[in-house]
């Protein structure tokens, strides 16, 4: 939708220009939603959620987050719109502020823009149930959780409700929330709770809903793009879905988003609407609905709107930041762990380096069931000192808030990857491989294309030839999931593919913290012919 300028709470904004009500409309409401927060307190690179760095175009941040929402708002309530707030999951995990606060942080934020519903993400998880329970008993808006059994774990027995109903501008709206079943492979819940399908949990939902009258349903759905659209094709009465977890832009307009907002899905009973605005508070949908009066969906509008400077940062917020983010620099003189030597990068965009190693391992060991890890070399922009390790080296050595993503992928698609790899030669490229969980043997005066002559996986305590149709849970960064790097094996033939995981940068702390590098070697992994 094209977007307009005008004057709201003295400041000139870049938000989304409301049409006419339909004829048919009986009620006119705007979801404000957001998704996969990841505590990005401070504003990020547009294009990867990076932290801000001084030469590059930058979004979000809470301050403005809150500023963006409060306009939304305000220009709802001026064209006669009510307007609830909600969010689809993940606010935890992926800064020092989750790591200093684990989770404080996010509900003030929260608290401060007027949530006014939640379903959970898995890594509202990541530091299991007893912080969950913590954060759930200082908010004041509802958790939802309509798929997951928490009868059998204390801390948060009684914490959530499957569903949600308020009236706004005359409308009867009733939000459901699930989470991805996935949690236990992905996050920290302990051995209590129970994830349940959550079609299953949202058809016996919209059935208590719909027993006491008309309403508009919304899921709020922490289960991924894919996962949503098949909700919608299949599970009757759903009018909305506002998603998250796969990190899915869906935005007019916008050159990298992979759908339009909404997009529209013919369910068993009626069409329905899917709404995700990526990831890391860059973008907030504001999704307006005209009704009619039985609740059934009219007419839709607003938009998926960039918070950049178009939006006024809110004072009070970003005073709270900045006053929360002042601990950090202590947290980055934090020791992690000793190493018993340095290991320096010069050498990783050249072939095998211990920095590497180090690297795909600790990548390696934070993804459950993978048996490969691939990571690039260009992203190891620093080397690590002997001796004490602290978090402020970690994330030197891993400036760009990665997570480690995963993904099953055939032999023939492992070995077309790191064909990408090596295709650039050795000693500039930022995508030559560094690995774990494997062997491999290239050839740099052989042509780009067929410069691998072997590779071999690991099986046990002995490596085995790579198959080429068997199917490997390869792990790596969700930048080069994503085909970074010329990694276009991932993103076009990536089977099962999840791109939030911990951050990479957890991930090596963990691995240094855990005692476990004294066993890394330059062990010819990456030999040459």
């Given at each position: 939708?094209?977007?307009?300028?005008?004057?709201?709470?003295?400041?000139?904004?870049?938000?989304?220009?409301?049409?006419r009500?339909?004829?048919?409309?009986?009620?006119?409401?705007?979801?404000?939603?957001?998704?996969?927060?990841?505590?990005?307190?401070?504003?990020?690179?547009r294009?990867?959620?990076?932290?801000?760095?001084?030469?590059?175009?930058?979004?979000?941040?809470?301050?403005?987050?809150?500023?963006?929402?409060?306009?939304?708002?305000?220009?709802?309530?001026?064209?006669?719109?009510?307007?609830?707030?909600?969010?689809?999951?993940?606010?935890?995990?992926?800064?020092?502020?989750?790591?200093?606060?684990?989770?404080?942080?996010?509900?003030q934020?929260?608290?401060?823009?007027?949530?006014?519903?939640?379903?959970?993400?898995?890594?509202?998880?990541?530091?299991?149930?007893?912080?969950?329970?913590?954060?759930?008993?200082?908010?004041d808006?509802?958790?939802?959780?309509a798929?997951?059994?928490?009868?059998?774990?204390?801390?948060?027995?009684?914490?959530?409700r499957?569903?949600?109903?308020?009236?706004?501008?005359?409308?009867?709206?009733?939000?459901?929330?699930?989470?991805?079943?996935?949690?236990?492979l992905?996050?920290?819940?302990?051995?209590?709770?129970?994830?349940?399908?959550?079609?299953?949990?949202?058809?016996?939902?919209?059935?208590?809903?719909?027993?006491?009258?008309?309403?508009?349903?919304?899921?709020?759905?922490?289960?991924?793009?894919?996962?949503?659209?098949?909700?919608?094709?299949?599970?009757?009465?759903?009018?909305?879905?506002?998603?998250?977890?796969?990190?899915?832009?869906?935005?007019?307009?916008?050159?990298?988003?992979?759908?339009?907002?909404?997009?529209?899905?013919?369910?068993?009973?009626?069409?329905?609407?899917?709404?995700?605005?990526g990831?890391?508070?860059?973008?907030?949908g504001?999704?307006?609905?005209?009704?009619?009066?039985?609740?059934?969906?009219?007419?839709?509008?607003?938009?998926?709107?960039?918070?950049?400077?178009?939006?006024?940062?809110?004072?009070?917020?970003?005073?709270?930041?900045?006053?929360l983010?002042?601990?950090?620099?202590?947290?980055?003189?934090?020791?992690?762990?000793?190493?018993?030597?340095?290991?320096?990068?010069?050498?990783?965009?050249?072939?095998?380096?211990?920095?590497?190693?180090?690297?795909?391992?600790?990548?390696?060991?934070?993804?459950?069931?993978?048996?490969?890890?691939?990571?690039?070399?260009?992203?190891?922009?620093?080397?690590?000192?002997?001796?004490?390790?602290?978090?402020?080296?970690v994330?030197?050595?891993?400036?760009?808030?990665?997570?480690?993503a995963?993904?099953g992928?055939?032999?023939?698609?492992?070995?077309?990857?790191?064909?990408?790899?090596?295709?650039?030669?050795?000693g500039?490229?930022?995508?030559?491989?560094?690995?774990?969980?494997?062997?491999?043997?290239?050839?740099?005066?052989?042509?780009?294309?067929?410069?691998?002559?072997?590779?071999?996986?690991?099986?046990?305590?002995?490596?085995?030839?790579?198959?080429?149709?068997?199917?490997?849970?390869?792990?790596?960064?969700?930048?080069?999931?994503?085909?970074?790097?010329?990694?276009?094996?991932?993103?076009?033939?990536?089977?099962?593919?999840?791109?939030?995981?911990?951050?990479?940068?957890?991930?090596?702390?963990?691995?240094?913290?855990?005692?476990?590098?004294?066993?890394?070697?330059?062990?010819?992994?990456?030999?040459?012919?």
């Amino acid at each position: 939708m094209m977007l307009s300028r005008r004057l709201l709470l003295g400041a000139a904004l870049a938000v989304p220009a409301l049409r006419r009500p339909s004829a048919q409309a009986a009620h006119q409401v705007r979801l404000v939603h957001v998704n996969d927060f990841h505590s990005r307190h401070e504003p990020v690179v547009r294009a990867t959620g990076a932290g801000c760095r001084a030469d590059e175009a930058c979004l979000g941040g809470s301050a403005r987050l809150v500023g963006a929402i409060a306009a939304a708002k305000a220009e709802a309530a001026a064209a006669g719109r009510g307007a609830v707030a909600i969010d689809a999951g993940d606010e935890f995990m992926g800064s020092l502020f989750y790591t200093q606060y684990r989770g404080a942080a996010e509900l003030q934020v929260m608290k401060a823009w007027g949530c006014e519903a939640m379903t959970l993400g898995n890594h509202e998880f990541d530091n299991g149930p007893e912080n969950l329970a913590t954060f759930i008993a200082g908010a004041d808006f509802p958790i939802l959780a309509a798929n997951i059994d928490t009868r059998a774990e204390p801390v948060l027995g009684g914490r959530t409700r499957p569903w949600w109903e308020t009236v706004r501008g005359g409308a009867r709206l009733a939000f459901i929330g699930v989470t991805t079943p996935e949690t236990p492979l992905l996050s920290s819940p302990g051995r209590n709770l129970r994830f349940t399908d959550p079609a299953e949990a949202t058809r016996r939902a919209i059935a208590e809903i719909r027993a006491t009258g008309p309403a508009t349903i919304v899921l709020l759905s922490h289960l991924g793009y894919g996962p949503d659209r098949q909700m919608a094709a299949e599970v009757a009465g759903l009018d909305v879905i506002v998603g998250g977890h796969s990190h899915t832009l869906l935005a007019n307009d916008e050159p990298d988003a992979e759908g339009p907002m909404p997009v529209l899905v013919d369910g068993p009973d009626r069409r329905v609407r899917i709404v995700q605005t990526g990831a890391y508070g860059r973008f907030l949908g504001m999704l307006d609905l005209d009704l009619a009066a039985d609740g059934r969906v009219v007419a839709t509008g607003g938009a998926c709107a960039p918070i950049g400077t178009g939006f006024p940062e809110d004072a009070r917020v970003a005073a709270l930041i900045a006053e929360l983010a002042r601990p950090l620099a202590e947290t980055r003189r934090r020791p992690v762990g000793t190493l018993p030597a340095e290991m320096g990068n010069a050498e990783c965009r050249r072939g095998e380096c211990l920095l590497g190693n180090l690297v795909a391992e600790a990548i390696l060991a934070r993804a459950p069931g993978a048996e490969i890890a691939i990571t690039n070399g260009g992203g190891l922009r620093a080397g690590l000192p002997g001796g004490l390790v602290t978090l402020g080296d970690v994330l030197t050595t891993l400036p760009f808030g990665n997570t480690v993503a995963t993904m099953g992928l055939r032999g023939s698609d492992v070995l077309a990857a790191l064909e990408n790899g090596f295709s650039q030669g050795a000693g500039t490229a930022g995508r030559f491989p560094q690995v774990a969980g494997l062997r491999v043997v290239w050839d740099p005066a052989a042509a780009a294309g067929s410069r691998v002559r072997a590779v071999e996986v690991a099986q046990g305590g002995r490596f085995a030839p790579l198959d080429p149709g068997r199917v490997y849970r390869v792990a790596t960064n969700d930048f080069m999931r994503r085909g970074g790097d010329g990694y276009a094996p991932f993103r076009e033939r990536a089977l099962d593919p999840y791109d939030a995981g911990v951050p990479v940068d957890d991930a090596l702390a963990d691995y240094i913290a855990a005692g476990r590098t004294g066993a890394i070697a330059l062990d010819g992994r990456i030999g040459v012919r």
